[in-house]
């Protein structure tokens, strides 16, 4: 299957490995040369690093890196592919104008967007055929997993051959409706919620809170490391949003709000819930509400 990616940034590069990985030819595209010459850098090292920790053989990744091209001409990227992945396009109208662009260059190829705040339906409803849009929500966990959306126009073919493409970059891959967010996002930011309101209501200290989930559902991360490693100022924006089309249960929590309008953003600020050093978080930046006075923590004993 050929797959053109527009897009060359992080989220790009990733949906454009696990294609190469699943055996797919894919052109990476971009308006600027340099982003793409780095992205395919990158995508490459990628490929030479799960060579290097045995994710994938040498056969394997000899042919990934062959079957990978980069181009900054549209034309040339989307020429006699059979679906092309959006990986972008932040705002619904500028995806309407590119799927738009797009279906003049195809002929039947499957249009689609990998963006989870965008509405592939509402993307879709200005093309001449609408039945060819789906959606794609690339995740990462460390395998890869696929959601495929259905937007309220996207006909049997097109689905089906989405699907295809997400039975072969992930063991598991699931079919969604085209609504706010995603399915995974959506899970996530409801346990991420849940864990700050607990954090705010005095029920226990963060890393508590972490250590209880990690054990509970057998995460090597819990959750409000995890949204400090994404970054608050991310998670109280998609929250916002989603509160706006979905109601008050995304609200973001007082204590989520606080910390962003201090600048305390999680790793890329050096403290969130944690103070982080050297990407790695190393102790609770807030009190432990469980612990009365600083003198009773175990660490403070002489």
């Not at 793409?36 to 990628?46: K, N, P, Q, S, T």
């Not at 797009?102 to 993307?123: C, F, G, K």
């Not at 899970?187 to 700050?196: G, H, N, R």
Request: glycine share 6%; proline share 4%; hydrophobic share 40%.
């Amino acid at each position: 299957m050929d797959i053109a990616v527009l897009g060359a940034d992080r989220a790009a590069q990733e949906i454009a490995r696990a294609c190469l990985l699943a055996g797919e030819t894919v052109r990476l595209h971009a308006t600027d040369a340099t982003a793409v010459m780095d992205g395919i850098d990158i995508i490459e090292r990628d490929i030479d690093d799960a060579y290097d920790t045995g994710y994938v053989d040498a056969d394997r990744r000899d042919m990934a890196v062959k079957r990978l091209e980069g181009t900054t001409g549209l034309d040339a990227a989307v020429t006699d592919v059979d679906i092309v992945i959006d990986a972008t396009t932040q705002d619904v109208s500028a995806l309407q104008t590119r799927f738009a662009k797009l279906e003049e260059l195809l002929d039947d190829a499957v249009v689609s967007s990998a963006v989870s705040a965008i509405s592939v339906t509402n993307a879709a409803a200005g093309l001449r055929q609408p039945k060819q849009a789906v959606g794609f929500r690339f995740h990462r966990f460390p395998e890869p997993f696929v959601e495929v959306v259905m937007a309220e126009q996207t006909g049997s073919e097109a689905a089906s051959l989405a699907w295809q493409l997400a039975e072969r970059v992930s063991s598991d891959c699931v079919s969604v409706r085209d609504t706010p967010g995603n399915l995974s996002l959506r899970l996530t930011l409801a346990l991420e919620v849940a864990a700050i309101r607990m954090l705010d209501e005095g029920v226990a200290g963060v890393e508590a809170i972490d250590t209880a989930f990690k054990h509970t559902y057998r995460s090597e991360v819990g959750p409000l490391e995890r949204a400090d490693s994404v970054g608050l100022d991310e998670r109280y924006d998609t929250l916002r949003s989603l509160s706006e089309r979905l109601g008050s249960r995304f609200e973001p929590p007082p204590m989520l709000t606080a910390l962003v309008e201090e600048g305390q953003t999680g790793k890329e600020a050096g403290e969130g819930f944690y103070i982080w050093e050297d990407d790695t978080p190393t102790r609770s930046a807030l009190a432990d509400p469980t612990i009365p006075d600083e003198q009773y923590r175990p660490d403070s004993a002489e």
